[in-house]
């Protein structure tokens, strides 16, 4: 499985970004599709992810109710919309996939895009 994220960039606080994943190859086995982001000297966060099969979806605690997770199982597309961003969202945003359902740790995730850089100024 290959994955490709986009979007990320430089944005004001209180403002809203979105990001894109793309999954291909043997995209069969991908229960989960989700995000997390890694800011400097910090460990890697889980931020949102959501279930192919069903479109359910779930949240970091530090992100709920500011970050709206969506995907498009045909397109094996997933997308979070961040809204009222705040400088502590200033990271590396990795997207991620695994074949288990309901997970929010790096290790129980087997494959990785590159990352993409969100910028949040004061």
């Known amino acids: 499985v290959q994955l490709q994220a986009s979007g990320g960039g430089l944005v004001q606080a209180g403002g809203s970004l979105r990001l894109s994943c793309a999954a291909s190859?043997?995209?069969?086995?991908?229960?989960?599709m989700g995000w997390f982001r890694q800011a400097p000297g910090k460990e890697r966060e889980f931020v949102a992810a959501?279930?192919?099969?069903?479109?359910?979806?779930y949240y970091g605690d530090s992100v709920k109710g500011r970050f709206t997770i969506s995907g498009d199982s045909a397109k094996n597309t997933v997308s979070p919309q961040m809204n009222s961003l705040q400088p502590e969202d200033t990271a590396v945003y990795y997207c991620?996939?695994?074949?288990?359902?309901?997970?929010?740790?790096?290790?129980?995730?087997?494959?990785w895009g590159q990352g993409t850089q969100v910028t949040v100024s004061s």
């Open positions: 959501i279930i192919r099969s069903a479109g359910a979806t």
């Open positions: 991620a996939a695994t074949s288990i359902m309901w997970r929010q740790t790096p290790s129980d995730y087997n494959y």
């Open positions: 190859g043997r995209t069969f086995n991908v229960a989960t």
